[in-house]
């Protein structure tokens, strides 16, 4: 493309378009009315879509570095201090989380369409290679993304995917030690994780992204489905033909990153906590497959999956244009890297959902075992050295530095929605004896569907009799009389009502849903020991009104009569 | 089609650059209330004792070293500052001991009863007001109040 220079009244067909306001140096003006290849159109707007969605992940990073600290201490805090504080932090941090599964997908796309456009051919080879090692600096960018919020998914993720080079033979001890800083994922893994995050991976990105853009300048577009070799017909200029499509799709990109922002948002869940021992890892769905792989090699065959299988798929995507010694572009003539190409595509996907299954059955495993039936342990009275006053002082202070208000305070369904209790009215619900017990060994109270994990389980706090005491007066404490009328002593009821209200929870069915002694189904709560656990007012508002209590819940309003209810009240109360 | 095709890439050209500006300003104004949040935050005006106001007589100025919690988002820490206690017109005053000049901390010259920046040699009197030197403006004074006893100024 030859221009005069200091052609000003450039009015020819092709040039006509840039006016003077977008006088561009020559460089970008030759790169604006370059005229691409006959064919060349939608199938080639991935490029450019990737291009702009990095871009996004630059600005959103750097917005969330300003107020990221990276510190075991502070990384969880401050994410969460982004979410719920910071002007439009929610929406930026899940631009970010969703723009780089975005960049994952449309890199893909990218690479099947230069697959299947043969376009790595001599003198391309370099740019495919190029290409094929930005894919792996994205999949970095989202190993090491995914340990920064420093929560459950983030800790128990990057353990196991940090134990995959840790199970080499030989070397592998060593660089697990490298990797993480120390023996266990901790405080040195997350700087390092940082670090790599935001200056190597970047760096690496910055090289890599000139060499690629830089050899597809200067090779310029593969003429479509033609001879190696052979020039292609020149026809459209890229601006504004090809870059009307390119905006188009990365438009569509973007509204689709926008909305799954606003609508899902990027998780948060509770702080990483390395006592936990039901949390199933689950990595980020692009490395699911990879996951996958290591349950299908076990033992002395693991190395398969963790080194073999990766590797040779690495050297295989890399070195393709150097094995690939058809001239020809068309699909026809290319029948066996078709197929290929189709047979690597489809395992690679396949084994994502596998994975994907796998993570979903492990977790409906653990729910199951986490609902173990409860005995109640009643232990004698502590010695009361305490005032009342002091013991609830003290609840509510560890109330305070435990965080119990991320899980349970009135901002919780911001971050998880449904599962943990509001307990700003734990005093009117529950019994101050049974809240003392229940925390000093937390037990699932709420069944979940077969093979739905339940977002939070309370976690053991491993809190001493004395802290639980403190917290129990405390919550006692939070009451809402309006709501839920107290009832002065607590009358557990005339036999007469307890057997009235033993004949109505079977009339009504109740244990099509609710589990008494082992009988009944695991919809509801179990109600076996539910006379030591719930207040009597509660029980009375939410039989009245249960929509009213837990708004969402599967629990039917039966209109029941007062006397009904009383009874039913009763005959609940009498279980202990 | 020769006329056409002009007015047609025109369109075109324009539709590619309006969209793309569109988008640019529309993904600028979460960045740019992002960028902003800080001067939204609400100052925390607390009151924090320095000490006991009985023992404040008139005199020289007393370097008083006082804690606060500083409130920074989400973690709270435990900082120490430094204010100067003195006397103007018979009225307590507590002075800031940054320097209006470059932001230098002064100290307290019993010798020549002047505040002196050991930074670029900006001088006030005991009162805070400038007599020498670069600094634009006095010491800044906080806001006083005694509460049961103890003298409190305010942090802003």
């Known amino acids: 493309m030859s221009h005069e220079p200091n052609s000003t009244t450039d009015t020819a067909v092709g040039k006509a378009s840039i006016r003077p306001w977008l006088r561009l140096p020559h460089t970008i003006r030759d790169l604006f009315d370059e005229r691409l290849p006959k064919g060349v159109g939608w199938p080639h707007v991935f490029g450019s879509t990737l291009l702009a969605l990095i871009a996004l992940q630059i600005v959103t990073g750097v917005l969330l570095s300003l107020n990221y600290a990276a510190s075991t201490t502070t990384a969880w805090e401050s994410v969460r201090y982004i979410q719920d504080r910071v002007v439009f932090g929610a929406l930026i941090r899940g631009v970010h989380h969703w723009a780089a599964s975005a960049s994952i997908v449309v890199a893909a796309l990218h690479l099947g369409r230069v697959f299947l456009f043969a376009a790595y051919r001599s003198p391309r080879r370099w740019t495919w290679v190029a290409g094929v090692l930005l894919l792996f600096v994205l999949l970095g960018f989202g190993l090491t993304g995914y340990l920064l919020p420093w929560d459950l998914k983030a800790y128990f993720g990057t353990k196991v995917a940090t134990e995959i080079p840790g199970s080499l033979p030989v070397v592998g001890p060593y660089l697990l030690q490298i990797i993480r800083g120390s023996a266990d994922v901790g405080p040195f893994t997350l700087t390092r994780f940082y670090s790599a995050h935001v200056i190597l991976l970047p760096a690496a990105l910055a090289i890599l992204l000139i060499v690629h853009l830089y050899l597809v300048r200067r090779h310029g577009i593969t003429p479509p489905w033609t001879r190696t070799g052979a020039a292609g017909q020149p026809a459209y200029s890229f601006f504004p033909y090809q870059a009307m499509k390119d905006t188009v799709a990365i438009l569509v990109a973007l509204v689709i990153v926008c909305v799954m922002a606003v609508w899902i948002g990027a998780p948060l869940e509770a702080k990483a906590d390395p006592t936990n021992s039901t949390y199933v890892p689950r990595p980020d769905w692009y490395f699911l497959g990879l996951q996958h792989l290591l349950r299908i090699f076990q033992g002395k065959w693991q190395i398969l999956g963790t080194a073999v299988i990766p590797g040779l798929s690495a050297v295989l995507l890399l070195t393709w244009p150097w094995l690939d010694r058809n001239n020809e572009r068309r699909l026809r003539s290319r029948p066996v890297a078709l197929m290929l190409g189709v047979v690597c595509a489809i395992t690679v996907l396949g084994m994502t959902f596998a994975g994907f299954a796998a993570v979903q059955e492990e977790e409906g495993r653990m729910a199951d075992l986490q609902t173990v039936p409860f005995s109640p342990t009643k232990e004698s009275a502590e010695v009361v050295s305490e005032s009342s006053d002091d013991l609830v002082r003290n609840g509510e202070r560890l109330y305070v530095t435990m965080r119990c208000d991320a899980c349970h305070g009135p901002e919780r369904n911001e971050i998880i929605p449904g599962l943990p209790p509001d307990l700003s009215y734990a005093g009117s619900k529950l019994q101050e004896d049974w809240m003392r017990d229940y925390l000093v060994a937390p037990h699932p109270i709420r069944y979940q569907a077969d093979g739905v994990r339940p977002l939070l389980r309370m976690p053991d706090f491993r809190l001493s009799n004395g802290e639980a005491r403190a917290l129990a007066s405390y919550l006692a404490t939070q009451t809402d009389v309006d709501r839920f009328v107290p009832v002065p002593t607590e009358p557990k009821g005339t036999p007469e009502q307890i057997a009235e209200g033993k004949r109505l929870f079977a009339n009504y069915q109740c244990l099509g849903c609710h589990v008494v002694e082992s009988e009944g189904n695991r919809i509801g709560p179990d109600l076996t020991h539910v006379g030591t656990r719930l207040k009597t007012a509660y029980l009375d508002a939410f039989l009245r009104e249960p929509e009213a209590v837990i708004p969402g819940t599967s629990m039917k309003n039966f209109e029941l009569w007062d006397e009904e209810r009383a009874a039913l009240v009763a005959f609940l109360q009498s279980q202990e | ?156």
């Not at chain 2, 000490?51 to 120490?80: H, N, W």
């Open chain 2, 1 to 156: 089609m020769i006329k056409s095709e002009p007015s047609r890439r025109t369109f075109l050209a324009r539709v590619v650059v309006a969209l793309n500006a569109l988008v640019a300003m529309v993904m600028a104004t979460p960045a740019v209330g992002y960028l902003l949040s800080p001067l939204l935050k609400r100052r925390s005006n607390q009151w924090v004792a320095i000490g006991k106001a009985s023992k404040f007589v008139a005199g020289i100025p007393q370097r008083m070293t006082f804690e606060y919690d500083d409130e920074a988002g989400y973690s709270v820490e435990r900082t120490r500052r430094v204010a100067f206690v003195g006397h103007s017109e018979n009225e307590l005053i507590v002075l800031s001991p940054v320097c209006t000049h470059m932001g230098c901390n002064v100290a307290f010259n019993g010798t020549t009863s002047l505040f002196e920046c050991p930074c670029h040699g900006g001088k006030y009197d005991m009162s805070g007001r400038v007599v020498d030197g670069p600094p634009p403006e006095p010491l800044r004074r906080f806001q006083t109040r005694v509460r049961d006893g103890n003298l409190e100024i305010q942090i802003t």
